[in-house]
Structures are given as structure tokens and as C-alpha cells.
């Protein structure tokens, strides 16, 4: 049978017609299309799942690190070992990506996620754990990541059609920031009944819901796409194409911005609640809840205005009100008002982040998307370390609030530059 012709020949074509439908359903659909697909429907809930998990290790790793040492250093530390290796690893997982069926690659990097959840659950019930044990781990916690997510950017073009792909990328986001509510919120919760042990080892068990999630999916596998033999070549290759692409390439230097800049702020969370409001495990939790409650929105945005918005201005506005709203976070020491500062911090951070990741899917030919999100993802998640590290030093030095200031100055001058920018490209649809 013909496949439409916005459909990629290996996706599941199960019937989601909305015809038939009630009025709600359609309207629901019209507003997250991603949904119409029936292995995006079997995705989600799977990945939700995980992603509550893999928050509560967070948070859970940065408060016992905390612990620890008390040292706000060693838990900017902790976090940079979890993203360092995406510099060295993520386009070697990207040409992976490429080359071998992606729901493969995906059972095997969640299986060794899951693997490293349970050790360190292990280690530190038993008492044993160390900083050098939690570095060791969130550095092969790392080297998995650096695969996995390629994997997960690129599959999810494989369960939705092209057209579906924004909201598909924003309801990912969704997964990811809403996990952000629930996670910290029952990480808080063990952690100050049972230990952060507990919720490494709830962590492990998480991941399989979404290796039964994969399981269960009809996608067809993938046509392998034919590229350079020579690895370092076809690296060579992506990264050229990226390059010369002048949307992709300025795309990228923006999350780089990001990633240093505006994203940091998240590992200062456990500093913010001990430091500035006096706030135990359970506090801490709320911190990142509300911060996930308005990543939640600002992705709900994005599903319901990607095509109707040019994305490079939707980036642009969404980092000033992450900015903004981020400063006035760090200059209240009224708890109420600090709140409402980190839900429009995270509304318009998720908002930018998310549209960026869009505007390069929609742009990429299929044949370059893993090496392509390898690299957005390696200098998204690679930098990382970098702007842990320099807040946490400069936490120590000048206290929290004027590092996250600082960082809120340099995106609100990258944003403004960004919409000058924006004028020279047409919206991406």
C-alpha cells in the first residue's frame, strides 16, 4: 500500500485518523499532533517514567555530594562528570546513529543507565560511597548519555511524521520538564526518610518502563543510510554539512551560550535552598518542581505555536524571560516571589531550548540527523561542565546570587543579538 507522502517509509502507519473522533479528541490533536502516532503514544508514558527516575538521581546526587564535602564546587563537580565525556564521545554516538538501527542503540544505552543506578544505589546504602566512586559513575553515566540521547533525538523522527515533529520534540521536552516536578519532589522525599540510596535504586527500576515501552513499538526498522566508510571521515562529513548550513550552524553557536550560561543555574539549586531560605531535602524538591511546572508550559507553548511563530524570535523572547525572571529570582529573599521567578525561568529557558532543537530537526536532511543532533547535543551537554564548574568557583568566591546574575547578563546580550539575527531567515515551517 502507498504511504502518504509526508510519512518516512519505515514508520508505523497505524490508523490514527481523526475522523471518527469526538470534538475534544480533535482539538487535542490539533494541538499536540505528536499524539496521532501510535508509537509516540507507546513512547510516552515509558519515558516518563524514566525521566522521574533519572531527576530524582539528580537531585539526589547533588544533595549527597553536598553532604559530603559542602562544597558547592564539588557538586558543580559532580554534574560537569556526568556531561564531560559528550565532548569526546557524542560524535562517535551520532555516527552510530547513523550507521545501526536506533531502538537497538536505545535498549542497550538504557540498559547500562540502569546498570549504573543500581551501583550507586548499592554503594551508598551500604555506606561505601566516596566522591571519587560518584565521579567514577557519573563519568560512565556520561559516556552512555553521549550515545543515547543522539539516539533518542534522531528516533523519535522514525515514530512521527516529518510535520509532527515540532510538537514531537516539544512534548520530549515536556517528558523532560515535568519529570522536573514529580522527580525532585519524591527525591526529597526519600532522601530526608529513607536516603538518597533509595531513590538511586527507585532510579534503576524506572528504566524499565521504557525498555518495555521500546519493546512494544511497530516502527519498521530503518533503512541504513549509506556514508562514509572511514568513521572520522563521515564525522568530517556532519560537521561540515552543519557548518555550511547557516540556520544549523547559528543555532548551535547559540545553545553554546546556553549551555554555559543560562542552563548552570540548576546545579545551584541545593546551594539556594540550604543557603538562602534554610530548606531541607523535601524544600529542595520544590525548587526544581516549580522551576519543571513552567518548563511544562513553556513546552506546551511551543507544541501549540511551532509553525505559527518565526522560531529564531520565539528563542529570542523565550531567553529574555528566562533571564529576567531569573534575576528577580536572585535579588528575593521572599520565598512566594522566588517562586514565581523560577516558574517564568523555566518557562522561557524550555521554551528557547526546545525550539532550537526543532528549528535543526526541521532543517537537517535525514541522512545527517544523527551527526548533526550529535553535535548540538555535544556542545549542548558538553559545555555543561564548563558553566558548572565556573558557577560553582564563583559561587565560592562571590556568593550564588552574583554568579547566576552574571550569567543572566551574558544571555539577555546573546538573546537581543539573536533577534537582530533573526531577520535574515525566513520562518522554518
Not at 44 to 59: A, L, N, R
Not at 335 to 352: K, W, Y
Amino acid at each position: 500500500m502507498t504511504q502518504p507522502p509526508d510519512t518516512p517509509p519505515f514508520m508505523d502507519t497505524e490508523s490514527s485518523s481523526p475522523q471518527g473522533k469526538s470534538a475534544i479528541t480533535r482539538s487535542l490533536l490539533k494541538a499536540f499532533p505528536a499524539f496521532a502516532n501510535p508509537d509516540f503514544r507507546r513512547y510516552f508514558p515509558g519515558q516518563v517514567i524514566s525521566m522521574i527516575g533519572t531527576w530524582m538521581q539528580m537531585v539526589a546526587q547533588g544533595w549527597l555530594v553536598y553532604e559530603l564535602t559542602g562544597s558547592a564546587f564539588d557538586v558543580g563537580m559532580a554534574a560537569a562528570a556526568t556531561t564531560f565525556p559528550t565532548l569526546f564521545l557524542s560524535l562517535f554516538g551520532g555516527l552510530l546513529v547513523d550507521r545501526y538501527p536506533r531502538r537497538t542503540i536505545l535498549f542497550w544505552t538504557q540498559s547500562s543507565a540502569m546498570l549504573l543506578a543500581f551501583i550507586l544505589g548499592i554503594v551508598t546504602m551500604t555506606g561505601t560511597v566516596t566522591m571519587g566512586i560518584i565521579l567514577l559513575l557519573s563519568f560512565l553515566l556520561g559516556c552512555v548519555n553521549a550515545i543515547n540521547v543522539p539516539a533518542l533525538q534522531a528516533f523519535l523522527s522514525e515514530i512521527v511524521r516529518r510535520d509532527h515533529l515540532p510538537s514531537a520534540i516539544a512534548m520530549n521536552s515536556a517528558i523532560y520538564n515535568s519529570s522536573r516536578v514529580i522527580g525532585p519532589a519524591l527525591a526529597g522525599w526519600l532522601i530526608a526518610y529513607s536516603g538518597a540510596g533509595i531513590a538511586f535504586i527507585v532510579n534503576g527500576f524506572s528504566f524499565f518502563a521504557v525498555l518495555l515501552s521500546l519493546f512494544t513499538m511497530k516502527t519498521k526498522r530503518r533503512a541504513p543510510t549509506v556514508i562514509e566508510s572511514n568513521p572520522l571521515l563521515a564525522i568530517r562529513e556532519g560537521v561540515l554539512y552543519a557548518w555550511n548550513h547557516k540556520l544549523i550552524r547559528l543555532c548551535i553557536y547559540y545553545i553554546a551560550i546556553v549551555s554555559v550560561f543560562s542552563w548552570a543555574y540548576v546545579s545551584m539549586l541545593p546551594v539556594i535552598a540550604k543557603q538562602r531560605f534554610g530548606m531541607d531535602a523535601s524544600g529542595m524538591g520544590s525548587l526544581f518542581g516549580i522551576s519543571g511546572i513552567g518548563s511544562v508550559m513553556g513546552t506546551i507553548m511551543v507544541s501549540m505555536l511551532a509553525n505559527k511563530i518565526q522560531p529564531l524570535r520565539f528563542i529570542a523572547i523565550g531567553s529574555l524571560i528566562f533571564a529576567v525572571a531569573l534575576l528577580g529570582f536572585t535579588l528575593t529573599e521572599n520565598l512566594p516571589l522566588a517562586m514565581v521567578g523560577l516558574f517564568f525561568a523555566g518557562f522561557g529557558l524550555v521554551a528557547a531550548v526546545s525550539t532550537l532543537s526543532a528549528t535543526i530537526q526541521g532543517a537537517v536532511e535525514d541522512r545527517f540527523r544523527g551527526r548533526v543532533m550529535s553535535l548540538y547535543m555535544m556542545i549542548f551537554m558538553g559545555f555543561m561542565p564548563l558553566g558548572n564548574v565556573t558557577i560553582g568557583y564563583l559561587s565560592d568566591l562571590f556568593g550564588t546570587g552574583f554568579a547566576i546574575q552574571l550569567n543572566c547578563i551574558v544571555t539577555i546580550i546573546a538573546a537581543l543579538l539573536l533577534l537582530v539575527h533573526s531577520k535574515q531567515f525566513l520562518r522554518i515551517g
